[in-house]
């Protein structure tokens, strides 16, 4: 198949700055990709960071900076994200994903086609948003997935983010597959959740794949260990630069 045809890689220049795209593994946090890649340049020391966090339950487009590259990490993380994902309606979680078990379930016998795609255009534009309780989000210089765990309640505030395409592509309830476009920050989770409250219901997300990141694209990326085991050649072949 295409999609499993050995990428080429072009001279690239690590210390001096490179940007990379990584399809970052499921159950990987996007701090074991940069990890996996910052230890195969050893005993080099490189910089080496990412430029917008991807959940561990999510797969997809992480992009990653090295050397000089590092500094502009904050331009590559404002760009307009696309993401494919499936939720499950008529179940809720506490982290809105599959991270925590199913705590609340409700009857969805009467969720038609036409109500859930309705539904849809009111999560368009700008939308204040609450970020979920089991976030990376800091609360007094502490994650609040930390305090979730603990089971310490924290008063969350909203967040203005923007989505520009919201588009629902399977309906097999339970299951719901959809498309969106949307500004840095937005937590699809949130979505997802507040979308099974705006039909009077219950949802929770159960796979999500970064495919976009402004121009980028996820089909263009890397695998983590096709590019380790590539820097690593480098080095047997030559001094990196």
């Known amino acids: ?11 690239f220049n690590f210390a001096e700055g490179e940007m990379l ?46 050397g ?15 993401y494919t994902g499936t939720m499950i309606l008529g179940a809720g979680t506490p982290s809105y994903d599959m991270e925590t078990e199913v705590d609340e379930t409700f009857d969805i016998s009467h969720i038609s086609e036409d109500m859930i795609k309705a539904n849809t255009p009111q999560f368009l534009g700008d939308i204040d948003q609450y970020p979920p309780a089991h976030s990376a989000i800091k609360v007094d210089g502490e994650r609040l997935y930390h305090k979730a765990r603990r089971g310490e309640n924290v ?20 299951e719901i597959d959809f498309r969106v476009v949307c500004s840095k920050g937005t937590y699809i989770r949130s979505l997802v959740h507040d979308f099974g409250r705006a039909m009077g219901n219950v949802a929770y997300l159960s796979a999500l794949r970064r495919t976009k990141s402004g121009e980028y694209h996820v089909n263009n990326a890397f695998e983590v260990m096709e590019l380790v085991n590539h820097i690593r050649q480098l080095k047997e072949q030559v001094t990196l630069k």
């Open 1 to 11: 198949m295409e999609e499993n045809k050995e990428k080429e890689f072009p001279e």
């Open 155 to 174: 008063e969350l505030k909203t967040r203005r983010v923007s989505i520009s395409e919201f588009e629902i592509t399977r309906i097999e309830l339970p």
């Open 21 to 66: 795209l990584i399809n970052k593994p499921y159950t990987w946090t996007s701090f074991d990709v940069v990890g996996k890649i910052r230890n195969s340049f050893k005993p080099l020391k490189l910089k080496v960071g990412h430029a917008g966090t991807l959940d561990p339950l999510a797969t997809g487009l992480l992009i990653i900076c090295t």
């Open 68 to 82: 000089k590259f590092t500094k502009k990490i904050d331009e590559f993380q404002a760009q307009e994200k696309e």
